[in-house]
């Protein structure tokens, strides 16, 4: 959505615009539903017709996750990407960005 939104406008760097897909889309809506109430998160999914099950499963999954990955010792939340996804299509994006994101698809 905010890469399709930046050129639309014909704001924001063309290199960051092409990371943006629907894996951005989709993580940045994970972390948007999983930071807000339950009741928020359901009718946030329904309101953008989203499978509110599917969401609990995933976040659910993610959670069983990161509490094996923290109890090895690797930190609270040792996969979040939401900081630095905030970041692309921003000026304050770098090459280390790109790379994650690369990573991550």
Same mark, same amino acid.
């Not at 948007?32 to 998160?41: E, G, K, N, V």
């Not at 069983?64 to 010792?73: D, W």
């Given at each position: 959505?905010?890469?399709?939104? *930046? ?5 924001? +760097?063309t %290199?960051?615009? %092409?990371?943006? #897909?629907?894996?951005? +889309?989709?993580?940045?809506? =994970? ?7 339950? +009741? ?9 017709? *989203?499978? =509110?099950?599917v =969401? ?13 990955? #923290?109890?090895?010792? *690797?930190?609270?939340?040792? /996969?979040?990407?939401? +900081?630095?996804?905030?970041? *692309?299509? %921003? ?7 790109? %790379?994650?994101?690369?990573?991550? /698809?």
């Open positions: 959505r905010r890469g399709k939104d *930046l050129a639309a406008r014909g704001g924001g +760097d %290199t960051a615009q %092409t990371l943006l #897909s629907d894996h951005y +889309d989709m993580l940045m809506t =994970f972390y948007r539903l999983r930071h807000i109430p339950i +009741d928020q998160a359901l009718y946030a999914c329904m309101r953008e017709n *989203l499978n =509110f099950k =969401f609990q499963q995933v976040n659910d999954a993610a959670e069983q996750t990161i509490g094996i990955l #923290s109890r090895m010792g *690797l930190g609270p939340d040792p /996969v979040s990407c939401k +900081d630095w996804l905030w970041q *692309l299509g %921003t000026r304050a994006e770098t090459h280390e960005h790109h %790379t994650k994101w690369a990573t991550l /698809v």
